[in-house]
T-cell receptor
Framework: AQKITQTQPGMFVQEKEAVTLDCTYD???????LFWYKQPSSGEMIFLIY??????QNATEGRYSLNFQKARKSANLVISASQLGDSAMYFC?????????????FGTGTSLTVIP | NAGVTQTPKFRILKIGQSMTLQCAQD?????MYWYRQDPGMGLKLIYY???????DKGEVPNGYNVSRSTTEDFPLRLELAAPSQTSVYFC???????????FGQGTRLTVV
């Protein structure tokens, strides 16, 4: 089974609007971390936001927020007030500390295009 | 603060050639990883290390080898390059606890 599932290969959003990128995860551990990364066309991986499994509040970082629904095992990224520079690939990832190697599992990504 | 440094950034190999992708981190991280990213796809784990002297296979290890003689360095060796190894390779590292993975800039490898 896939550890991380991102079901939206591509998304479009109007500039200044909000957009939600979906992510579901699969784990039997109680302790885990969820991450979102941005990969612009230049190729680097940019860390955006982190949510711990025991965190009761949704994480926020500037215009990024993580809608964490533990019972549904979802960790959707919300980008508010989209900007042209937000056009990029977005990857959801999970870290399971109890697993050997503290491995990170990545989804297949969502390509976001911001329309002027 | 250099973070994770990968070299080279680009490389073209002929089928059957070998090469080593270098990766170094200066954050004293125990955990290091090598991923490959094929066009339009996510990241697949090739090898990882939990500390100096300890390495283990990830999801797609065939055709690759690694070593971890120091905490800082985690080179990836490609033996007998094949066209299927054409990809972008990322090295990453992380520490204990709630830390994210820090990535190098990536190496774009083409095997012809």
């Amino acid at each position: 089974a896939q550890k991380i599932t991102q079901t939206q290969p591509g998304m479009f959003v109007q500039e200044k609007e909000a957009v939600t990128l979906d992510c579901t995860y699969d784990t039997s551990d109680q302790s885990y971390g969820l991450f979102w990364y941005k990969q612009p066309s230049s190729g680097e991986m940019i860390f955006l936001i982190y949510q711990g499994s025991y965190d009761e509040q949704n994480a926020t970082e500037g215009r990024y927020s993580l809608n964490f629904q533990k019972a549904r095992k979802s960790a959707n990224l919300v980008i508010s007030a989209s900007q042209l520079g937000d056009s990029a690939m977005y990857f959801c990832a999970m870290r399971e500390p109890l697993n050997t190697g503290n491995q990170f599992y990545f989804g297949t990504g969502t390509s976001l295009t911001v329309i002027p | 603060n250099a973070g994770v440094t990968q070299t080279p950034k680009f490389r073209i190999l002929k089928i059957g050639q070998s090469m080593t992708l270098q990766c170094a981190q200066d954050m004293n991280h125990n955990y290091m990883y090598w991923y490959r990213q094929d066009p339009g796809m996510g990241l697949k784990l090739i090898y990882y290390s939990v500390g100096a002297g300890i390495t283990d296979k990830g999801e797609v290890p065939n055709g690759y080898n690694v070593s971890r003689s120091t905490t800082e360095d985690f080179p990836l060796r490609l033996e007998l390059a094949a066209p299927s190894q054409t990809s972008v390779y990322f090295c990453a590292s992380t520490g204990q606890g709630k830390t994210e993975a820090f990535f190098g800039q990536g190496t774009r490898l083409t095997v012809v």
